[in-house]
């Protein structure tokens, strides 16, 4: 009986949809501002999912989105770094909301 519910449980946590790249804190604590370059954020984290130009800045978007079939498991944001002309982090956050539409995030 232990055995089925284990599977069971496996199954109900591993049912779930993901896209994008989650940026974990250990992570993006590891980037410092004013110090860390697009080559240490591309290194650490990865090529970014989206990237932009804010002005005279560099915006890098690492989208993510987790819908899980267990309540309180769903995850939709982005991690954003900016960088100045020379390629060095000015800014990193997090924000709520990739810009998935999808109406299961609505909650």
Avoid: H
């Avoid at 991690?79 to 000015?90: A, L, R, S, W």
Wanted: net charge positive; aromatic share 12%.
């Amino acid at each position: 009986m232990k055995y089925l519910l284990s599977i069971i449980l496996a199954f109900i946590l591993g049912a779930c949809y993901q896209k994008g790249l989650e940026v974990n804190q250990d992570k993006l604590n590891s980037i410092v501002i004013g110090k860390s370059t697009q080559e240490d954020v591309e290194k650490i984290i990865g090529y970014p999912v989206r990237k932009t130009s804010l002005g005279n800045k560099e915006v890098w978007y690492y989208d993510f989105t987790r819908i899980s079939s267990v309540p309180g498991f769903d995850k939709d944001e982005s991690t954003v770094f900016e960088f100045n002309k020379k390629g060095i982090v000015v800014k990193k956050y997090k924000t709520s909301g990739s810009g998935n539409s999808n109406p299961l995030l609505g909650g």
